[in-house]
């Protein structure tokens, strides 16, 4: 199985996707190859010797083609997976971080977030009393008079969330990073995120 050329132009993703479609159906082609072909018959080994001779070359490709691919498994960000893309950064990006929090656990994690508000533009943090929490108050974010985000008095384990309170214009070199997700964790709980730290992204999926 394999994607056609035709439909994607960029000759690159067109690999890409090949070959994460070659990767996709091999296990399924294996398993078949060392499977009996009937109630009686015996296991094919020449299939099996051609899946792998597919899957030792795929394999082989994808470790040298696709040393930056990055898949995502947070339901805040719309997309599968993700290949490093060199090249400024700008507003709605996919970019690519190392993390360290409490709530992300013990060890720094990489993630995957949207670059939202960037130098120049202009971040509004509007208080205002949390409808989940009387004793609380929650964060509205704006950049540019645009709403990214509302912060949660707590997390989904009942940890309290301490979340950012600073307006103003974006200093040079610092990012908003976040996304639409209402439980998203981002820049609403940990601020502004230094751009060195972020290696822009394109969705390949």
Known sequence: ????????PDPRRCLT??????????PRQAAEAISPQGQEGPTSWRRLRLALLVACPAALAAGIMMPRITLVVSPSIEAWVLTEQPGPIARGDFVRFTLSHPVAG????????????????????????SPLSAHDRD????????LLGISLPRAHNGMALQHM????????????????HPHGFDSRYFGLVSIKRLTRMERLL
């Open 1 to 8: 199985m394999h994607t056609p050329c035709s439909a994607i």
């Open 17 to 26: 996707a090949q070959l994460l479609g070659a990767i996709t159906y091999l």
């Open 106 to 129: 013990p060890a720094p994690v990489p993630v995957t977030k949207h670059a939202l508000c960037l130098p120049g533009d202009k971040l509004t943090t509007v208080e205002r009393s």
């Open 139 to 146: 964060g509205w974010y704006y950049c540019n008079g645009r």
């Open 165 to 180: 309170h600073w307006s103003g214009i974006v200093p040079p070199g610092m990012a908003y990073v976040g996304s639409a």
